[in-house]
């Protein structure tokens, strides 16, 4: 009984399979498109937590015959390993960015414009997705193909893995170019999260159109 408590704590709740395997692999992949339902796209998305700059997203279509070795949840891997790996991606799969700006984000909240940027991104693609897999607990609505949302899928499919890995150094290069146009905040340094460097330059600075005025500290409650 003990055994089989274990097991069951293991087993992710959304998931067509026992346990999370030891690193991304294709079995959702193999299973969505055994059922025709091709091609299957990665969808994940950068910057939900920062108190600048927008949320991107990415969607990912990989060729299976040229898949990059190494492909990771973004946040497990080094800065030099993801942009060495996104110029693999973008060079062997179809790929789409998208974005919501940070008024977006004010104007709905941090959830629904990253569910919005992911929709942005799979239409964005150059085919027609036939099944979506998406990281997290929520399915964008208006999608153009069924899909399925995979908590932590990051670290569960190729597909994903590779769409957090172009989100993620996609974000910090806009980050990095707003470095340039908005220097006292050093946005290259934290890309937007609220480090202390970036508080103390927003208490003397004042925020910029970049900041997300209905985050904290920033909101007026």
Not at 52 to 68: K, N, T, W
Not at 104 to 132: C, F, H, N, Q, W
Not at 156 to 166: K, Y
């Amino acid at each position: 009984m003990c055994e089989l408590r274990r097991n069951m704590a293991r087993t992710p709740p959304d998931s067509l399979f026992p346990d999370y395997p030891a690193s991304p692999d294709d079995r959702f992949e193999r299973h969505f498109s055994k059922d025709g339902l091709l091609p299957v796209a990665g969808l994940d998305e950068a910057g939900r937590g920062p108190l600048a700059g927008p949320v991107v997203a990415a969607a990912v279509i990989l060729d299976p015959a040229r898949i990059p070795e190494g492909l990771n949840d973004s946040k497990a891997l080094s800065r030099k390993k993801r942009e060495t790996l996104f110029d693999q991606i973008i060079a062997t799969a179809m790929v789409s960015i998208a974005s919501a700006s940070p008024r977006e984000i004010d104007v709905t909240d941090i959830r629904k414009a990253s569910l919005t940027a992911m929709r942005r991104a799979l239409i964005a693609l150059p085919v027609r997705a036939g099944y979506a897999l998406i990281d997290g607990r929520d399915i964008p609505p208006g999608l153009t193909c069924p899909g399925r949302a995979l908590v932590k899928g990051d670290a569960r499919s190729l597909s994903i893995a590779a769409a957090s890995i172009v989100a993620k150094v996609m974000r910090d290069r806009m980050m990095m170019r707003a470095a340039i146009l908005y220097p006292v905040y050093g946005f290259d340094s934290h890309k937007g999260y609220g480090s202390a460097k970036h508080l103390a330059a927003i208490r003397e600075h004042g925020p910029c159109p970049l900041h997300r005025m209905s985050f904290r500290p920033l909101r007026a409650d």
